[in-house]
């Protein structure tokens, strides 16, 4: 009788197939720094490829590598690429759970392997003599490469660099390249970060020449000495040669050192020295930042100044092509967070391009570099297994952390590694930190998943509430080791960008400004993670089939996926602008600070406006002195010209500008903007005077025709509506929705399970009496004794109709409401939409920073918000009127208070019931709500909800709304 099969858990570790072992590779060069600006040849190897996709690792067998292998009948894919975006399989997205089998290093034998070859010719030119090297930038996750039919070698690693000598292999003429990529493999249990899984080559490849008395590596330091405004220059180099800055006047040797007056290198002042590291067979151009950073009496320093970080997460993501990104969209991505006053990036959780560390050099942003190492799906069995505590997977950690720093080292823009994110604690943590420090002690070690902050000289949290972090910058926080208490702290992820959304920035951004030791913060995140799909608009976790997913949690960014940018970005610009304009002390003045952590104002101009009612009556330059980083001041404003108009509300505002173009913006960019009132708003006087008269079925008044059963308004005017009815239900947000794993976050959960989802309407009475028609009511979810009793108060001159609402609660009340106000239905063509109030962007009660009072003009498509899962969007706070027009009329409606002002072309039940942008499908109405109370924001999809003073608490309520139809 033949025995059993042994079964695949049983091998041991020397059978396993490589894309199964720990180890991080064979064959491969030693790290070094990369992406030089070298005079050396290049050929690039990317473009279109043949490719086979296969199910399993072993579908095939090697066959394919050898150089007469006819790959006629394959496809063709691009590289740099994913081959699930190129119609081979299909992307998948998980938050934290790996979508195998926890059994490492193991992997399924579903295993979907693509083989990829490149046929290439070696340029006639090619140089002689030397060596040359085959450069993968990123390969998602195991690749096994041959050239010319033999094997290199293969590696893992997705995010990092790879690099082959392969000056004997290659011919002249006709080369062939093929590498084997497996979807999964060992290294995949490192790479668990939240993102969609998406395999393949998507990287540049290049075959670098690399001349005789080249060098192999080389590690510039450059620090710079604020005490003395001095820098020193330093240039390691593996091979002899001459380090020359010709700006500098600089011609030394290799290893040694130059020290001389420079300006230094700052987020805010990007100053770049162009030089050279000449060697016997090639020139590589340097670009020197001089900036030292270091952790000193509890803070973060660079150049001796504190550091205030306004920064974002950012994975790299396109719509179209997932990871593999092209350098105008990298360049995009940092000329919006310029203009948008972020000034530094976390690169969450792998490192970048290097293209992109580039662009931070030149524009200026502060770059916390993360390690390519996430293991979070092990929190789902208690971490047993974690790799970073396992000493079989220490070399691939090291291997990592290595390929991390011999890469970037060279960039001034870096100032801080980071080990990692979200993969426990362990020894082999440990050991990456200890090889970090000792290759470069002139950055700090940053790493979130360790409160005792053992291997870190930062204390670092996510979503860390407003109460916490003042408790922290108050030197509160007792409950770890007195070491910790002495670091500088930072929110490495706050201010969930999920949706609508987040909400509390601007709380936050104060507290990082009172409090030193709180050094700011990084967005999560930078961009929604949308793929492009035609069936859905974009598409999220679940829409390709995935059994296992995390839904849309993949769309929470401060951009769109097509980048455009949503209004959390707005408000993020506005609460973290470096500089600050407010009402000063006294009447008609504006208090100025500089909140740099470098500059001083000179670089800014600086202009006033004044307007009544949204109009600008007049406006002119305002002299500021050139405060230096924390100096205030307060500016008397030019006097009002003249009266306003009658009852108008009139206010300056404030702009500073840039008064020269930058690298990132044109001359006139606005940097902050400030309002201070000079005449505040007086109450509109209710319509009144009119008494109603009954006429074929109906209840007249002034322009007004109402129902006389039900009391709705039928028309204004001459223009048709329905409603207006009291309603407090909203389409949730993804923060309303909150977080699974903290029930106690999904408020919209409980809003749904109360019934304010499909509140029940009453009309309990329809008088007319005392000029007035008087509607009582009560609304109130089923199976419960909750309601909320209405009355609606109408009242007319003749031309115009007001609508006076009481609002009172029966019963005890534990919720906060989503919205109260009044909806009502308008015909299609009412489309044009004019507004005084907030604008031109959408703002509640915790978000729209961005928003500024003024007249705007928007189609009621405009006014949409069109986030990824749609949900309540496109709110105008505090709006004193609003009209909506066909062009010959408009329906003019004005507030008493200010309220939130809303129009879409769905209703609010369809906006709930829609999961993705396609699912929005134009209707016969406009349908418009008039808000007197939102609910806040928050940010509790994933961190803390809406804060007590942003809440919509149930309790008595009295507004009112005047119409009002205009011709022409």
Not at 90 to 119: I, M, S, W
Not at 190 to 218: C, K, M, S, Y
Not at 699 to 704: I, K, V
Not at 898 to 920: G, K, M
Request: glycine letters at 12%; charged letters at 25%; one cysteine or more.
């Amino acid at each position: 009788m033949s025995s059993a099969p042994r079964a695949k858990a049983a091998l041991p570790y020397a059978a396993l197939p490589y894309y199964e072992q720990t180890a991080p590779g064979t064959g491969c060069l030693p790290p070094r720094t990369g992406y030089a600006r070298t005079d050396a040849a290049r050929l690039p190897l990317s473009g279109g490829w043949r490719f086979r996709l296969a199910p399993r690792a072993d579908a095939h067998d090697d066959s394919f590598a050898d150089p007469a292998y006819d790959s006629g009948d394959w496809d063709r894919i691009e590289v740099p690429g994913h081959w699930v975006l190129q119609g081979h399989g299909a992307p998948a997205y998980t938050n934290t759970p790996y979508p195998f089998p926890l059994d490492p290093p193991r992997v399924p034998d579903e295993n979907p392997t693509g083989d990829h070859l490149r046929v290439f010719t070696l340029p006639a030119d090619w140089p002689a003599g030397g060596e040359s090297v085959l450069r993968f930038e990123g390969v998602d996750s195991c690749a096994r490469v041959w050239l010319n039919g033999v094997e290199l070698g293969e590696f893992k690693g997705s995010r990092l660099p790879h690099e082959f000598a392969v000056g004997g292999l290659l011919r002249t003429g006709r080369n062939v390249l093929a590498v084997r990529v497996h979807q999964w493999s060992a290294g995949s249990y490192l790479e668990d970060q939240d993102q969609w899984w998406l395999p393949g080559i998507f990287r540049e490849v290049n075959l670098w020449h690399r001349p005789d008395g080249t060098a192999a590596d080389h590690f510039v330091h450059a620090s710079w000495d604020h005490e003395r405004d001095e820098g020193t220059l330093r240039v390691e180099s593996t091979v002899p040669g001459r380090v020359r800055v010709p700006e500098l006047g600089l011609d030394l040797a290799t290893g040694e050192s130059a020290t001389l007056p420079v300006e230094p290198w700052s987020a805010e002042s990007p100053r770049l020295y162009a030089g050279e590291l000449a060697t016997g067979g090639e020139r590589v151009g340097l670009r020197v930042g001089f900036r030292t950073v270091a952790v000193e009496g509890g803070l973060l320093k660079a150049n001796g100044r504190r550091v205030l970080f306004r920064g974002v997460n950012r994975h790299e993501f396109h719509p179209e092509t997932g990871r593999a990104l092209d350098h105008e969209t990298m360049r995009a991505d940092l000329l919006l967070m310029k203009r948008h006053n972020i000034n530094a990036v976390r690169t969450s959780h792998y490192p970048p391009h290097p293209a992109f560390l580039d662009l931070c050099d030149e524009l200026g942003l502060w770059v916390i570099d993360e390690c390519d190492l996430e293991t979070h799906g092990f929190h789902a069995v208690g971490w047993r297994g974690n790799p970073v505590t396992e000493e079989r997977w220490t070399p691939a950690l090291l291997d990592r952390i290595a390929r991390t720093v011999e890469r970037d080292k060279n960039h001034p823009s870096v100032i801080v590694w980071s080990l990692g994110n979200e993969c426990g604690t362990g020894a082999g943590l440990s050991a990456m930190a200890d090889w970090a420090r000792r290759r470069d002690p002139g950055r700090p070690l940053h790493y979130e998943g360790d409160r005792s902050c053992a291997d870190t000289d930062l204390y670092s949290r996510m979503y860390a509430d407003h109460e916490e972090v003042g408790r922290i910058g108050r030197g509160e926080d007792r409950d770890g080791p007195p070491a910790r208490a002495e670091l500088p702290f930072l929110l490495c992820e706050y201010g969930h960008a999920m949706g609508n959304g987040p909400g509390g920035l601007a709380e936050y951004q104060r507290l990082f400004e009172t409090y030193p030791r709180c050094q700011g913060g990084f967005v999560w995140e930078w961009i929604d993670h949308g793929l492009a799909d035609p069936r859905f608009g974009f598409a999220y976790g679940g829409d390709f089939g995935e059994v296992l997913h995390d839904g849309n949690f993949v769309c929470d960014g401060l951009v769109l996926p097509d980048r455009t940018p949503s209004p959390g970005l707005d408000d993020y610009k506005r609460v973290i602008a470096p500089v600050r304009i407010e009402a000063g002390e006294s009447t008609g003045t504006v208090r100025i600070r500089n909140l740099h952590d470098v500059l001083d104002l000179g670089h800014l101009t600086f202009s006033w406006a004044y307007e009544a009612e949204g109009e600008e009556l007049s406006g002119g330059r305002l002299e500021v002195p050139p405060l230096e980083p924390g100096e205030q001041a307060e500016v008397k404003l030019p006097p009002a010209p003249g009266t306003p108009r009658p009852g108008g509300e009139s206010y300056w505002t404030v702009r500073a500008v840039l008064s020269e173009p930058a690298d990132w913006a044109p001359r006139g960019h606005e940097i902050a903007w400030g309002q201070v009132q000079d005449t505040a708003r007086r109450s509109p006087a209710p319509a009144t005077g009119t008494a109603p008269r009954s006429a074929d079925g109906g209840l007249l008044l002034g322009p007004g025709v109402l129902d006389a059963r039900t009391g709705e308004l039928v028309s204004v005017g001459g223009v048709p509506v329905r409603g207006p009815r009291v309603e407090v239900w909203r389409a949730p947000t993804d923060n309303d929705n909150g977080a699974p794993w903290l029930p106690e976050t999904e408020l919209a959960r409980r809003w749904r399970a109360l019934g304010l989802d499909r509140m029940r309407h009453r009309v309990d009475a329809v008088e007319s009496a005392d000029g007035a028609v008087v509607v009582r009511g009560r609304l109130a979810p089923d199976a419960s004794d909750l309601a909320l009793a209405t009355e609606l108060r109408w009242t007319s001159d003749g031309e115009r109709l007001t609508v006076a609402v009481r609002v009172t609660p029966e019963g005890e009340w534990r919720l906060p409401l989503p919205r109260l106000g009044l909806g009502l239905a308008l015909p299609r063509t009412m489309g044009g939409v004019r507004w005084f109030g907030a604008g031109p962007g959408e703002s509640y009660p915790d978000t729209g920073g961005g928003a500024r009072l003024g007249r705007w003009q928007r189609e009621v498509d405009a006014l949409q918000t069109r986030y990824v899962r749609p949900q309540e969007n496109g709110a105008r706070a505090g709006v004193r009127w609003a009209e909506l027009t066909d062009g010959d009329r408009a329906l003019r409606i004005t507030g008493d208070p200010e309220f939130w002002f809303t129009a879409r072309r769905w209703s609010t039940a369809e906006l709930d019931a829609a999961r993705h942008l396609t699912d929005l499908v134009p209707g016969d109405s406009v349908w418009v709500n008039l808000d007197h109370g939102q609910h806040g924001i928050g940010s509790a999809s994933c961190g803390p909800g809406v804060l007590p003073a942003h809440r919509l608490r149930v309790a008595r309520a009295r507004f009112a709304f005047t119409f009002e139809v205009l011709r022409g």
